[in-house]
């Protein structure tokens, strides 16, 4: 498996487990917008900033942890591989 | 000019902008007492128009009760118009501290202390009490005020998942390292009609450490047999920490709020919060008037059981008609609609039919959860539920909705 690969199966399913009720049977893929479609809120996202902060070991600077950052999990592994440099 | 066109038609096409994603708010004038039926304008210019209102939060029906109505006129007379002062240099008077006592007992809570509005409490409570080396879990559908006083705290923050108490146990699991942690959540959600049970969520506080404030703005003076608040309903009005609520509301409607709770976190919240210091004191005529309504709600349940009827049978009777709808146990009755447009073309039509009602949907409620949401009050009559239910059955078999279930509406027109 792929460093990709292998982030994406990680954040997937921290999204999935955080964010989604267990008896909704709504489909999550690395390329479901999460905030423009409301299954993660502005507000409840610092949950999923703080875990990709302490999972990878990096400091996301609030001006880029940003709502469009944010909205895909491909997106967001382009952000963190950003600043593991 | 500082204020050239450039700038003029920069903001122009912000608000053009919030048309465009159909968010523009109309204005909407009411030529009456607030109360369970208003003579409105709307659109603006419109001819006026005698509605039934479904959409107030005057849920005890006390807006225009003519003892509160009275209580405001002495207030004005023995007390003045305005003070002209914060709390804490001289806008503090003898009718303050009597609402304060009155709050703190019928809340059952050791202190009170009076915001302009529970907006402005929700605002300052958590900058006064936390650190940051303390948390907040917060429920993810609690007020936008509570979502910007917490903004403004420097204590960290998370959130559980809407009522899920596997969720919040998780979070409080993983937050054992703080040096406090303090569990946030509504009473009842507004947007929902649901309750949070705040027995389970003070067992929890209790297993792991926490404190719970609760903001009770959609329950203070009716929910609980006698109208305590959620506190009540679930039995533990020794459990929670601090309340936050309105008497913009159920009790009275006018404005002001409070934070009620343990006697060191309202002081803290007397010597530091913002919206508290900087800004000015409840005029005296709505502090007066507000006593009146603690007296009237502490005195008799008849308005809260009024409301409990009603609410009730709206309930039973919508659902009988055939719609869906959300929450339970309270006055708030979300009419479940899914796609946003026909929330908005229902509404519209149920204001044709005399019945004023609004339709919600994304940003202020989830994507897909668009809905019409009905407020009941004590001042409804029997014959007034009846004409709404029947205007919602009529609108409903014009839109063909009657007896679909989610599946079947989202099926129909999308969400």
Redesign the interface.
Known sequence: MSNIEEMQEAILEYVIDE?V?EDDDEEVECDTPLIS??IV?S??M??LK?FLEKKYQIKLPDDEATPEAFDTVNSIIALVNKHLG | MAYSSKTRDLFAADIEEIKGKGLYKEKRFICSPQDASILVEYPEGAEKKQVLNFCANNYLGLSSHPDVVEAAHEGLRERGYGMSSVRFICGTQDIHRTLQDKVSKFLGMEETLLFPSCMDANAGVFEAVLGPEDVIIADRLIHASLVDGIRLCSAEYDTFKHMNMKHLRKKLELHQDKRTRMIVTDGVFSMDGDLMPLDEVCALADEFDAMVLVDDSHASGFIGKTGRGVHEHFGVMDKVDLITTTFGKGLGGASGGCVSGRAELVELCRQKARPYLFSNSMAPAIVNATIKVIDLVSASTERRDTLEWNAQYFREQIVAAGLQVGGHGTPIVPVMLYNAKLANDMASDMYAEGIYVIGFFFPVVPAGAARIRVQLSAAHTKEHIDKAVAAFAKIGEKYGIIGLDKKGIIAKYGM
């Open positions: 964010y009720d479609s409301g809120d507000f409840s610092v949950s703080v």
